[in-house]
């Protein structure tokens, strides 16, 4: 069972930047698999970026890449979502999830198995 708690949302104008954080507990954490997802009032919960189990590989929605960067430090059992130029239209609730399944990660929810509780994200214009 893993355990993960979101951090770091807030309120920020648009072309800021914000570092979300999720802290995993669970020594199985550096064997998963880790995806950011968002979700809007009104809208599906969609796919951000997931980053393999060693952090070798990445991958992003096509509306975030290169404005976001997934990373994350095993030996701190937490996932980071650095968010820079930020949009109005990334206002969401940003969740973290775990994909438990050997291989790389998915993109999509069903995929995950272990979700956050989320954070906030709002940008104003």
């Known amino acids: 069972q893993v355990q993960l708690v979101e951090s770091g949302g807030g309120l920020v104008q648009a072309e800021g930047s914000l570092r979300l954080s999720c802290a995993a507990s669970?020594?199985?954490?550096?064997?998963?698999?880790m995806g950011w997802f968002r979700q809007a009032p009104g809208k599906e919960r969609e796919f951000v970026a997931a980053?393999?189990?060693?952090?070798?590989?990445?991958y992003y929605a096509d509306s975030v890449k290169g404005r976001f960067t997934i990373s994350r430090d095993n030996a701190k059992n937490t996932v980071y979502l650095q968010m820079n130029s930020l949009k109005p239209e990334d206002t969401a609730v940003y969740y973290c999830?775990?994909?438990?399944?050997?291989?790389?990660?998915?993109?999509?929810?069903?995929?995950?198995?272990?979700w956050g509780q989320g954070t906030q994200v709002t940008v104003s214009s």
């Open positions: 999830a775990a994909d438990r399944t050997p291989g790389l990660p998915s993109y999509t929810s069903q995929g995950y198995d272990y």
């Open positions: 669970g020594r199985t954490f550096r064997s998963y698999a």
């Open positions: 980053i393999s189990w060693s952090g070798a590989n990445t």
